[in-house]
Nanobody, 128 residues
Framework: QVQLVESGGGLVQVGVSLRLSCLASGRTSSVSAMGWFRQAPGKEREFVAAITWWGGGSTKYADSVKGRFTISRDNSKNTLYLQMNSLKPEDTAVYFC????????????????????WGQGTQVTVSS
C-alpha cells in the first residue's frame, strides 16, 4: 500500500499562487499515476490534475484549471506537487492527493474510480 500526506494549503487572496505537496510512502514502486482532486462544501469531489508516475509523465487537467495549475512530480523524493497560480474564489476546496496502482489508469487519468489510495486532504481557501 501507499500512504499519502498533503501539505501546503492555506488562506490566500484572489490572484496569488500556492503550491501543494503530497509525500508518498510505502509501496511507491507500484504507483502508476498520481493526481489531485478537490471537494468544495456541498459539492462532489472533482478531478483537478493527474500525472503518470513513471516515464515521460503524461498529464491531464480539468478545463477549469488549465493554464493556471501545473502538476509535477519528483520521483526521487516520492513527492507530487500542484502549483496553483491566479487563484480564484471558486478554487476554494479541500484538495486531496490520490495514487493509482491501475495499470490502465493512463486511459483516463481523470477517472476517480481508478485511484485507490487517498490522502487526508488540505484546505485551500481563496478570499476575495
Amino acid at each position: 500500500q501507499v500512504q499519502l500526506v498533503e501539505s501546503g494549503g492555506g488562506l490566500v487572496q484572489v490572484g496569488v499562487s500556492l503550491r501543494l505537496s503530497c509525500l508518498a510512502s510505502g509501496r511507491t514502486s507500484s504507483v502508476s499515476a498520481m493526481g489531485w482532486f478537490r471537494q468544495a462544501p456541498g459539492k462532489e469531489r472533482e478531478f483537478v490534475a493527474a500525472i503518470t508516475w513513471w516515464g515521460g509523465g503524461s498529464t491531464k487537467y480539468a478545463d477549469s484549471v488549465k493554464g493556471r495549475f501545473t502538476i509535477s512530480r519528483d520521483n526521487s523524493k516520492n513527492t507530487l506537487y500542484l502549483q496553483m497560480n491566479s487563484l480564484k474564489p471558486e478554487d476554494t476546496a479541500v484538495y486531496f492527493c490520490a495514487a493509482s496502482y491501475d495499470a490502465h489508469v493512463g486511459l483516463d487519468l481523470g477517472s476517480f474510480q481508478r485511484y485507490g489510495y487517498w490522502g487526508q486532504g488540505t484546505q485551500v481557501t481563496v478570499s476575495s
